[in-house]
């Protein structure tokens, strides 16, 4: 690990809560614009299925001669 050094300006006891902590708060920030901004996971998380699309509807095949 080359980044060890760190521990011996920053002590554990503090440095690691913060980045725990950040990275909690980047989480939630992501998880709360995505249900902010989209209609279909708020119902998907409450349990309500989507309805499937119909099918598009076949062309008549021409009769043979």
Known sequence: ???G???TV???TVGLPLLLGSVAA????VH????E???WVA?????????A?????????PAKK
Not at 32 to 35: E, I, K, N
């Open 43 to 51: 119902a998907f998380m409450n349990g309500k299925s989507v309805a």
């Open 1 to 3: 690990m080359n980044q």
């Open 53 to 61: 699309a119909p099918a598009p509807a076949a062309p008549a095949a």
């Open 37 to 39: 901004n989209t209609s």
């Open 5 to 7: 050094r760190i521990w």
């Open 10 to 12: 920053v002590s554990p």
């Open 26 to 29: 980047i989480a939630f920030a």
């Open 32 to 35: 709360f614009a995505v249900l």
